[in-house]
């Protein structure tokens, strides 16, 4: 038999957790059809002569839902390895949506997900293809996509399109919730990988208000699983607060009989060592039957932001006069006042009190402060010279407390001065814990969303580079595993994720030696100019999707090669 492709002499890891082995990969017709040896020649062959060969990466949390119709290739996913990607993470996404509501999607997406409005408006236009959550599958697959894409149908577009604005301001009737209901299932059987929802109080929307999922009660979340369970197939994705609701996970999956995967677990979110409470619950949950599990990240969160949109402050009641400000003199009137300067040095230190911002007790104080300490600046075009310092450092130079000293490079520079501040997630030991917990899944690679702030989307290159080769913490057949096969099972991708004669080739070669993801680099090229931070790969050498080979970072489709991405639909949908 002769191959479309071979991949030769290389180590293959198939993601599994199996150990590695030399041997060869045949492919024809998108498919695997020989693994270990591969005798036939083929039209193309590629020498794996000292790389790893591995499934493609399957990244469980991604908000591509409105990328994806300017950018097929779906950056920066592929070139980190990652050829699966599951879309509509949190509840969030861009269909269903009546066309009289979709400039409140599109602001609810650039205030919750940080998605540069003019971006959205000039790619998507006023004549979106789809009005329905299946309509938008099929417009998905008749573009196409560079990489495979699962999509989820989320609590925030459903509750917009039943209720229109009021899915902001109240409570759903009745006939509301089963208008959703309806939605869900239809979305379910058209091949919804997973129903989505947040009611995380960080998740505000347009004009300040909450999101639509935040204003549902637990009788609509109930409701809603069950539409989930009448389809009997799919995940539940549950974007919950700070403190774990672990009963509420447990509602949403015995009213629908499936899985529930919660974001996130993340080291130092509730206090040192608090995570394993959550770990602990977790195991107690999975020996009962009950598969929940709860979503891990291997790099710190860290955002940056300027104070034209300062999102790491929005939770704080201070802050509310800054969100609801029209424009950047009432920002600046704001900044410059005395009073706010006050409070906002007080809350920092933790003795406001005013608000509850540090609710959490002392040690989640201690953490907030932490993050504050390692905060740097990093741009300031009045003072170049202090990019990449520390605000704490700087501050202490020049006699003032860390609040002002930002407020007032901020007002100095017309708020375009940047600062990057770890949240969460930072601290190594509590990090390697709950990797290394058989009962976490890795995700929140957060891919499309928060595009100016963060990009984590590379976290696959990162977790084989720092925590396999720098740290050893696993091995690569563990790592590459968290990556493939473990991701792909929580989420039933069932022909993903593994490296397996007759499954669809989705291969990523790359060099054990060299692989991780680059320092960030802020471009501009998004619609509209609009600015996003990416990192660039090394040490990832091929990636194949459906047989076909993905062309390097940056370079579009070769002429007359056909996207090979697939929308991956549930397996009863077909």
Same mark, same amino acid.
């Given at each position: 038999m002769a191959y479309d492709l071979k991949i030769t002499g290389g180590t293959i890891v198939d993601g599994s957790g199996a150990p590695g082995y030399r041997g060869d990969v045949g492919i024809r017709d998108g498919r695997i059809v020989a693994l270990g040896d591969a005798p036939d020649a083929a039209t193309r062959s590629i020498d794996a002569g000292g790389l790893t060969v591995a499934p493609g990466f399957v990244d469980i949390h991604t908000h591509y839902d409105a990328q994806v119709f300017w950018d097929p290739m779906l950056t920066i996913s592929p070139w980190h390895g990652v050829t699966s990607v599951v879309m509509g993470s949190c509840g969030f996404g861009i269909a269903p949506t009546r066309p009289k509501d979709r400039g409140l999607i599109l602001r609810t997406l650039e205030r919750v997900e940080a998605m540069p409005l003019t971006a959205l408006e000039a790619a998507l236009g006023d004549d979106w293809p789809f009005e329905s959550f299946p309509e938008y599958l099929g417009a998905l697959e008749q573009r196409g996509t560079a990489i495979n894409v699962g999509v989820m149908i989320g609590h925030t577009p459903t509750r917009l399109y039943v209720m229109g604005e009021a899915a902001v301001e109240r409570a759903a009737t009745e006939d509301e919730i089963r208008q959703m209901q309806d939605i869900v299932r239809d979305g379910m059987k058209a091949g919804a990988i997973a129903f989505a929802t947040s009611v995380s109080p960080i998740h505000i929307g347009f004009d300040g208000k909450p999101i639509p999922s935040r204003l549902a009660g637990i009788d609509e979340l109930r409701a809603l699983a069950r539409a989930v369970g009448d389809v009997g197939r799919g995940v539940i994705h549950y974007n919950g607060a700070r403190e774990p609701l672990f009963d509420q996970y447990l509602a949403m999956h015995e009213e629908s009989g499936r899985p529930v995967c919660w974001t996130? &677990?993340?080291?130092?979110? =509730?206090?040192?060592?608090?995570?394993? +409470? %959550?770990?602990? /619950? #977790? *195991?107690?949950?999975?020996?009962?039957?009950?598969?929940?599990?709860?979503?891990?990240?291997?790099?710190?969160?860290?955002?940056?932001?300027?104070?034209?949109?300062?999102?790491?402050?929005?939770?704080?009641?201070?802050?509310?006069?800054?969100?609801?400000?029209?424009?950047?003199?009432?920002?600046?009137?704001?900044?410059?006042?005395?009073?706010?300067?006050?409070?906002?040095?007080?809350?920092?230190?933790?003795?406001?009190?005013?608000?509850?911002?540090?609710?959490?007790?002392?040690?989640?104080?201690?953490?907030?402060?932490?993050?504050?300490?390692?905060?740097?600046?990093?741009?300031?075009?009045?003072?170049?010279?202090?990019?990449?310092?520390?605000?704490?450092?700087?501050?202490?130079?020049?006699? &003032?407390?860390?609040?002002? =000293?930002?407020?007032?490079?901020?007002? +100095? %520079?017309?708020? /375009? #001065? *940047?600062?990057?501040?770890?949240?969460?997630?930072?601290?190594?030991?509590?990090?390697?814990?709950?990797?290394?917990?058989?009962?976490?899944?890795?995700?929140?690679?957060?891919?499309?969303?928060?595009?100016?702030?963060?990009?984590?989307?590379?976290?696959?290159?990162?977790?084989?580079?720092?925590?396999?080769?720098?740290?050893?913490?696993?091995?690569?057949?563990?790592?590459?595993?968290?990556?493939?096969?473990?991701?792909?099972?929580?989420?039933?991708?069932?022909?993903?994720?593994?490296?397996?004669?007759?499954r669809p080739a989705d291969v990523v070669v790359f060099d054990p030696a060299t692989v991780g993801a680059g320092p960030l680099e802020r471009v501009y090229d998004l619609p509209a100019g609009a600015d996003r931070l990416i990192s660039r790969p090394s040490g990832i050498h091929t990636v194949v999707v459906n047989g076909t080979v993905l062309p390097p970072p940056g370079e579009p489709m070769p002429a007359g090669t056909k996207l090979p991405g697939q929308v991956l639909r549930s397996a009863a949908a077909g």
């Open positions: 996130a &677990l993340l080291a130092g979110q =509730l206090g040192p060592g608090r995570h394993r +409470e %959550s770990l602990q /619950r #977790t *195991r107690d949950l999975l020996a009962a039957g009950k598969p929940i599990y709860p979503q891990v990240a291997c790099r710190p969160i860290v955002s940056e932001f300027d104070f034209r949109s300062p999102v790491v402050f929005d939770t704080w009641s201070l802050f509310r006069p800054v969100r609801l400000a029209k424009g950047e003199a009432e920002l600046l009137a704001i900044y410059r006042d005395p009073g706010f300067r006050r409070d906002f040095r007080e809350e920092v230190a933790g003795r406001g009190g005013r608000d509850g911002d540090f609710s959490g007790g002392r040690d989640e104080g201690e953490m907030r402060r932490a993050s504050w300490r390692l905060t740097e600046i990093s741009y300031c075009e009045p003072h170049p010279e202090l990019v990449g310092r520390r605000v704490e450092e700087v501050a202490a130079e020049r006699g &003032l407390p860390p609040t002002d =000293l930002i407020l007032d490079l901020a007002v +100095e %520079s017309n708020l /375009r #001065t *940047r600062f990057r501040m770890p949240l969460v997630n930072f601290q190594e030991d509590e990090v390697q814990e709950l990797l290394s917990d058989p009962n976490t899944v890795v995700g929140l690679g957060d891919g499309g969303a928060h595009l100016s702030q963060l990009c984590d989307a590379c976290y696959a290159t990162h977790l084989l580079g720092y925590w396999v080769r720098e740290k050893g913490a696993f091995s690569l057949e563990q790592g590459v595993h968290m990556l493939t096969g473990r991701t792909a099972e929580i989420f039933g991708i069932a022909d993903r994720g593994l490296l397996k004669t007759g």
